[in-house]
């Protein structure tokens, strides 16, 4: 229904005007529903893909998981066994193993990649700061094998630099723990920075002027206001980096072996039957606990992703 008013003419008489109504919540409802049934055929592949690729194999390992086998007479039941040995012994260690090192990791490259991007929006060379981020998108999907033997010939005991500083006097070793959180850190550092940099570049310089304006120092303003606005995107950030770093397979592998007890190679090993034959159903298990911790970890990071948008988005 539309309501008119009278506004005067430009010859002195008066003129109708009609003034549009907004729509009802109603007709806007009934919009969005229509509009939403003409966009679900769009999606559809996609969650075909989803079922198909992700779905059936997280189904699968989850109904193996919890299936014991008879090794003598073959029969299967469903029991708790599996999981309950995969949370014992050698496999808790390795667990616990692979938590650590993501989480130091983790806690490393969060704060090396924070000070390296900030470095750069500080950087008066734009050309720079294009050359670091791509280099940075290189190195961060450089991992796995590749960077194992890179490492190796370059740390290793017969490596280039560790011959250079006579490294092997001091006892270093690469294939320990900390051989690991190094080779780790080559490519999880510059992917915070990749991670980390769009949220630096959305702290306001008006936020810095008007702290100014009051008289805050650099460090009272990142400690009152940029911090705690930063704060959702670096822990983020970190969540980001601890679930990389717990998927990391290929590089611990080639390295270490079993050297290092990680779950990962321990879920290979019981896989291929190199320690005992007639595991699979307990790596399932094993896997079924990472894929455990990695829903934990994707719901602390969905949420701090979303207050980290609205505060710099």
Same mark, same amino acid.
């Given at each position: 229904?539309?309501? &008119? %008013?009278?506004?005067?003419?430009?010859? !002195?008489?008066?003129?109708?005007?009609? *003034?549009?109504?907004?729509?009802?919540?109603?007709? @806007?409802?009934?919009? !969005? @529903?229509?509009?939403?049934?003409?966009?679900?055929?769009?999606?559809?592949?996609?969650?075909?893909?989803?079922?198909?690729?992700?779905?059936?194999?997280?189904?699968?390992?989850?109904? +193996?998981?919890?299936?014991?086998?008879?090794?003598?007479?073959?029969?299967?039941?469903?029991?708790?066994?599996?999981? @309950?040995?995969?949370?014992?012994?050698?496999?808790?260690?390795?667990?616990?193993?692979?938590?650590?090192?993501?989480?130091?990791?983790?806690?490393?490259?969060?704060?090396?990649?924070?000070?390296?991007?900030?470095?750069?929006?500080?950087?008066?060379?734009?050309?720079? @700061?294009?050359?670091?981020?791509?280099?940075?998108?290189?190195?961060? +999907?450089? %991992?796995?094998?590749?960077?194992?033997?890179?490492?190796?010939?370059? /740390?290793?005991?017969?490596?280039?630099?560790?011959?250079?500083?006579?490294?092997?006097?001091?006892?270093?070793?690469?294939? &320990?723990?900390?051989? /690991?959180?190094?080779?780790?850190?080559?490519?999880?550092?510059?992917?915070?920075?990749?991670?980390?940099?769009?949220?630096?570049?959305?702290?306001?310089? *008006?936020?810095?002027?008007?702290?100014?304006?009051?008289?805050?120092?650099?460090?009272?303003?990142?400690?009152?206001?940029?911090?705690?606005?930063?704060?959702?995107? /670096?822990?983020?950030?970190?969540?980001?980096?601890?679930?990389?770093?717990?998927?990391?397979?290929?590089?611990?592998?080639?390295?270490?072996? %079993?050297?290092?007890?990680?779950?990962?190679? *321990?879920?290979?090993?019981?896989?291929?039957?190199?320690?005992?034959?007639?595991?699979?159903?307990?790596?399932?298990?094993?896997?079924?606990?990472?894929?455990?911790?990695?829903?934990?970890?994707?719901?602390?990071?969905?949420?701090?992703?979303?207050?980290? +948008?609205?505060? /710099?988005?």
């Amino acid at each position: 229904m539309a309501v &008119t %008013s009278q506004a005067p003419a430009r010859d !002195g008489a008066t003129a109708t005007e009609e *003034q549009p109504q907004p729509a009802p919540p109603v007709t @806007r409802r009934r919009a !969005g @529903r229509g509009a939403a049934r003409r966009h679900w055929p769009a999606v559809v592949p996609f969650f075909a893909f989803m079922a198909v690729c992700f779905g059936l194999p997280a189904c699968t390992l989850a109904y +193996n998981a919890f299936t014991v086998i008879d090794p003598a007479t073959g029969a299967s039941h469903h029991s708790l066994d599996n999981v @309950r040995h995969s949370l014992t012994g050698a496999y808790a260690t390795g667990l616990a193993g692979s938590v650590k090192l993501s989480l130091l990791s983790a806690v490393l490259a969060t704060v090396l990649g924070t000070v390296i991007a900030q470095a750069l929006l500080g950087a008066r060379s734009g050309a720079l @700061r294009k050359a670091v981020v791509s280099a940075s998108g290189v190195f961060a +999907n450089f %991992s796995g094998a590749p960077l194992a033997f890179a490492f190796i010939a370059t /740390l290793g005991t017969t490596g280039t630099v560790t011959r250079l500083l006579h490294l092997k006097s001091t006892g270093f070793s690469l294939y &320990t723990f900390t051989g /690991l959180v190094l080779a780790y850190l080559y490519f999880m550092v510059p992917l915070m920075v990749v991670t980390i940099l769009p949220a630096l570049d959305g702290v306001r310089a *008006q936020w810095r002027e008007a702290a100014a304006s009051c008289g805050a120092t650099k460090a009272q303003f990142w400690r009152h206001v940029g911090l705690p606005v930063l704060m959702p995107s /670096l822990l983020g950030g970190a969540v980001l980096m601890f679930g990389t770093a717990f998927a990391s397979h290929a590089t611990a592998a080639v390295m270490t072996g %079993s050297s290092v007890p990680l779950i990962t190679i *321990q879920i290979a090993n019981a896989l291929s039957g190199n320690v005992l034959v007639g595991q699979e159903n307990l790596a399932l298990a094993m896997s079924l606990n990472m894929v455990v911790i990695a829903l934990l970890v994707m719901a602390v990071q969905i949420p701090l992703q979303r207050r980290s +948008n609205r505060w /710099l988005g």
